[in-house]
């Protein structure tokens, strides 16, 4: 099997054709005091529907390590407070900001939720500083994910298609 990878950017904030929030009741929430045993718990809850399998096996120390370091920022997106998605941006090297992980747990897609959940992602992007601001999805990911990506204003600036066993 071949799995094509998509890798997006936008590098204006002009681009952003931004997504309105669902209802009161959804909420998007910075954890402000970085804890990589959160970031666990949302890379399973979310990822296990899309077979996230890359960090499965990451110590404590490699997780503490990537996400406690100050150059990784994450968000939960909440439904009338239960956890219902999330997103990491992580700071790179020239300005840029990569949207590291983005998705919503399978019991929340489907209603309308992921389009505002990624206009916050690319807000928060650009107000921490992005020059470029850029992601990569793939075709093991939700069906609606690169329609998601292109809808809020990204380009394609290169595809790759591997082989997958």
Known sequence: MNVTTYYLQMLDPARLRAK??????????????????????????VGASWQWTDRDEWSDERWRSTVETGRLRTWIAYDRGTPAGYFELQKQAGDEVEILYFGLAEAFIGKGYGGYLLTRAIEEAWSWGAQRVWVHTCTLDHPSALANYRARGFEVYDEREEPVS
């Not at 009161?24 to 959160?38: K, T």
């Open 20 to 45: 309105s929030r669902p209802h009161a009741g959804f909420e998007v929430r910075e954890c402000e005091i970085p804890q990589y045993a959160v970031n666990r718990f949302l890379y399973r809850y």
